[in-house]
């Protein structure tokens, strides 16, 4: 029986308060075959809410890491008040209480005319719908000198595990009185306000323990998110450690030597750091690519009210790969989007037709442990795509209550995860 409306939103909507345990599905009689490509915000989100509204479909989550470690609280990692194993998540619930079939391996080619997807140990699976939440990829090259091998010099950690560990410790090898610099890419990228965190951060440790230390950020844009929040928070807790530079006065980095530790902006100005962390222009993740998802721009184009690919039928693309303005590229859009998909899914395997979806996206920063800032918004979806509901969301007030907000963030991440991978009882 398909789920309407009103029941999904009695399912959804106190899905960032946390859910309370579902039982553990008998093998049903399948309706449909859907497999879930990435088991991030975005897939494990699908993947679980598919399962939940219709425990008659056959769900398939294809994953290549056993563990997932977020980006958010990464650089709260890398500044050492959290720890690395409390954002690193797996997939037990999913498998256990939801009855989700996790294949940990990689995705190398989707056909989408026969509807299958070949594994790269060999295996093959066949879907009636086929979800894609399959991450970023890196446009190597784009900055002159920057590529694989430079990324292991100079990190981008914008992937979390290793190369945030890697950040780590290049903090605690720097000199006192040395500069560490982070570059920020034009938009569409990931988590657009991430790397001031990672600036914002990266200050409050060299604050902490080398405090002759300078932060430098070095922006390909003309301005960025939550600019007077985070530079308000600079001000009072580090006063003239940390400096942007936007793109009008030579921000924009155009080539890195990543062994001498040189940036050069698009000026031929020379910026030398003993810490560098370069964030680099981005794109849908390869996969998408191979299955001939993306456009020009190096984005998937959506449906937005579905999700579904405009390229090719039955397949939906959410996260960071999708266009989805103006939604940013963020974990909880990916959530988000995650549970239109699941009502559109499961709807189209039923025999319906899905609604026109609302969505919410809600975005944390930390400027310390214990000062935070916050923007949200709320999407509709109309003759024009998606757009903002006026008052559906706000921000961070310069007068707010920043320590609040630090606790707000914590419990909005332990929610999220709840949401995405299931709550332990």
């Not at 924009?252 to 031929?268: F, P």
Request: charged letters at 20%.
């Amino acid at each position: 029986m398909a789920v309407s409306r009103r029941q999904f939103i009695t399912i959804t909507g106190a899905a960032t308060l946390g859910l309370a345990s579902a039982p553990v599905f008998a093998k049903p009689t399948k309706k449909g075959r859907v497999v879930v490509i990435g088991g991030g915000f975005g897939g494990s989100t699908a993947a679980r809410y598919i399962r939940k509204l219709d425990p008659e479909i056959d769900v398939t989550l294809v994953e290549i890491h056993p563990q997932y470690t977020t980006c958010p609280l990464g650089n709260a990692v890398m500044a050492g008040f959290v720890k690395l194993k409390s954002i690193t998540h797996n997939y037990e619930i999913l498998k256990d209480r939801y009855g989700v079939n996790v294949i940990h391996d990689a995705v190398v080619d989707v056909d989408p005319v026969s509807k299958t997807v070949r594994l790269q140990g060999g295996g093959e699976l066949v879907y009636d719908r086929l979800v894609m939440s399959p991450g970023i990829g890196f446009r190597w090259g784009a900055i002159d000198g920057y590529d694989q091998a430079a990324s292991e010099l100079m990190p981008h950690a914008w992937k979390g595990g290793t190369q945030i560990q890697l950040l780590r410790k290049q903090l605690h090898a720097m000199p006192d009185g040395g500069v560490a610099v982070v570059t920020a890419p034009e938009i569409p990228y990931r988590c657009p306000p991430g790397p001031y965190e990672r600036a914002s951060l990266m200050a409050y440790y060299l604050k902490k323990y080398k405090p002759r230390c300078k932060v430098l950020v070095l922006d390909a844009k003309r301005d960025f998110p939550k600019a007077h929040l985070f530079k308000q928070g600079w001000d009072k807790l580090y006063p003239g450690m940390v400096e942007w530079v936007g793109s009008d006065s030579g921000g924009q980095v155009a080539e890195v030597r990543a062994k001498e530790g040189v940036l050069i902006n698009r000026d031929g100005e020379i910026t030398r750091a003993d810490v560098a962390s370069v964030i680099p222009p981005q794109q849908a993740a390869e996969i998408a690519h191979i299955a001939d998802l993306v456009d020009q721009s190096g984005w998937c184009p959506v449906e937005l009210r579905t999700f579904e690919s405009t390229r090719h039928p039955a397949i939906h693309v959410i996260g960071d790969s999708a266009i989805a303005r103006p939604m940013p590229k963020s974990g909880y859009s990916a959530n988000s989007q995650a549970k239109v998909v699941a009502l559109a899914v499961v709807a189209y395997l039923n025999g319906d037709e899905p609604g026109e979806p609302s969505l919410i996206n809600t975005c944390f920063s930390f400027v310390a442990p214990d000062h935070a800032v916050s923007v949200s918004a709320v999407y509709r979806f109309g003759e024009k795509g998606l757009s903002v509901v006026r008052g559906g969301g706000g921000r961070t007030f310069m007068t707010g209550d920043f320590e609040a907000e630090a606790r707000f963030a914590r419990s909005w991440y332990k929610n999220i995860i709840a949401d995405t991978f299931g709550q332990r009882s």
